[in-house]
């Protein structure tokens, strides 16, 4: 049973998706958020047939929603044809029975649908292991619902054979369930210890590259990041018009017309009610996010929803404890929108930068905004320079910047900038040398 769970994939199904609006919500807000299910869904390969939104003023602690929507969405459902209902919501285990068992149809909260569209785009074994633990670990209280078939057996048995006729089946199930949840925790036990593996192969890597500035693209599913990444990087990422187009982490080295290289990481979108399950799971690739210099927030200037979108992403931020990282706001797709929208941009986020990743524009801002944030954190130096080190001079070209390298008899007199983060290291080659912090502006 549980396998059937995790290779049924929910493709081709027929879905009907459910909105709320509770008390507090705005019903634009809400309608927002079910076109994004709608996306979603639409990434997951499901049809979707229809959409309904109910106004409550708190959820139904049976259904989420009130019985009499129950009945509608029943009626929906036989006049459609539908197998799947989607909620824009997070159900808890019991609803998610109760509405299966009252709609006879497969239910799928926000969550479920978003894990689907995971385990569909996952491809590297790292991504394959996470989603797998979110899965299981996000199945485990709702287990029960798949033994349903085993209470109708119970209830058919007893009809049929005395008040004792359903025990054995039903404590044949409770057992099952007990051995299935067993399994669960066997398997996210051994996924785990598997993805730390994993994971300390990435840490020995992040160690090789420290020597770089890491620059970690960011921002909200679809903003546009994959095709940025690859145009100042010409590279190949997968780049389409989809909700979490890429799920693997992709960084590539990066340089500058000032000569300073730079490590450029492409990272998984977020998005509004992002599961915890997987943000847990992901927390070892997103530490990337965490331990990088800079952020470049890629946002979509078009999205009309685009001041939501950047508050979700601060708030994930905050969850992966990176919020205090420096970070620069690029609003992409500005080749979209018009000067009004420009001139309002850029009076709301007076520091961001407009751009598009399609044509180029606003491309030399961005590369001199990456210059000026490295240009903060290196230093001038005037090196007297010995012939013996001179293996030193060719670590400052390779890593940093030479104005003026004056060749005299004893010694090669240096005027140079280098990152900060590379003064130790040249300490240590400078045996016969010596250097001084210049007074020169950067």
Excluded at 283 to 307: F, G, I, Q, R
């Amino acid at each position: 049973m549980i396998g059937d769970v995790y290779e049924n994939s929910l493709a081709g199904h027929q879905a009907v998706l459910v909105g709320v609006k509770l008390k507090n919500d705005i019903m634009e807000e809400v309608k927002e958020s079910v076109e994004e299910l709608r996306q979603l869904a639409e990434t997951a390969s499901l049809l979707i047939l229809c959409d309904s939104i109910q106004a409550l003023t708190k959820p139904n602690p049976t259904f989420f929603i009130g019985q009499g929507k129950v009945g509608e969405l029943k009626n929906l459902i036989g006049e459609m044809g539908a197998d799947s209902i989607i909620f824009d919501v997070n159900l808890s285990p019991a609803q998610t029975r109760n509405l299966e068992k009252e709609l006879d149809v497969i239910v799928i909260d926000r969550t479920g649908l978003i894990l689907e569209i995971f385990a569909q785009r996952a491809k590297t074994t790292e991504a394959k292991l996470q989603v797998d633990i979110a899965r299981h670990q996000y199945a485990m209280p709702r287990l029960t619902r798949m033994w349903t078939h085993l209470s109708r057996q119970a209830t058919g048995g007893s009809v049929g054979a005395g008040k004792g006729g359903g025990g054995p089946v039903r404590g044949a199930g409770e057992t099952q369930l007990q051995m299935d949840r067993k399994l669960l925790r066997q398997r996210i036990s051994k996924k785990s210890r598997a993805l730390n593996s994993i994971e300390k192969h990435r840490q020995q890597q992040r160690k090789h590259r420290s020597e770089m500035l890491n620059v970690s693209l960011v921002g909200y599913t679809n903003a546009g990041k994959s095709t940025l990444f690859n145009r100042l990087t010409k590279s190949g990422v997968l780049a389409e018009d989809k909700l979490f187009a890429t799920l693997d982490p992709t960084t590539r080295i990066f340089k500058l017309p000032s000569n300073h290289k730079l490590l450029l990481s492409d990272t998984v979108g977020f998005i509004n009610k992002l599961p915890h399950e997987l943000v847990a799971s992901f927390k070892a690739t997103l530490v990337e996010v965490a331990e990088a210099d800079l952020l470049l927030h890629v946002a979509d200037a078009s999205h009309p929803n685009l001041d939501k979108h950047i508050q979700v992403v601060n708030e994930v931020l905050t969850e992966l404890e990176a919020n205090d990282v420096p970070m620069t706001l690029l609003f992409n797709k500005c080749d979209l929108i018009d000067n009004s929208r420009r001139r309002f941009l850029k009076t709301e986020y007076p520091q961001s930068i407009l751009a598009s990743a399609l044509n180029g524009q606003g491309f030399n801002k961005l590369l001199n905004s990456f210059s000026n944030h490295l240009a903060k954190q290196d230093v001038r130096l005037q090196i007297d320079l010995s012939y013996q080190d001179q293996k030193a001079l060719d670590f400052v070209y390779k890593n940093g910047q030479v104005f003026d390298a004056n060749y005299q008899p004893q010694s090669i007199v240096v005027d140079a900038r280098l990152p900060n983060r590379h003064i130790k290291k040249l300490t240590k080659m400078l045996c016969h040398s010596t250097y001084n912090r210049s007074s020169k502006t950067n």
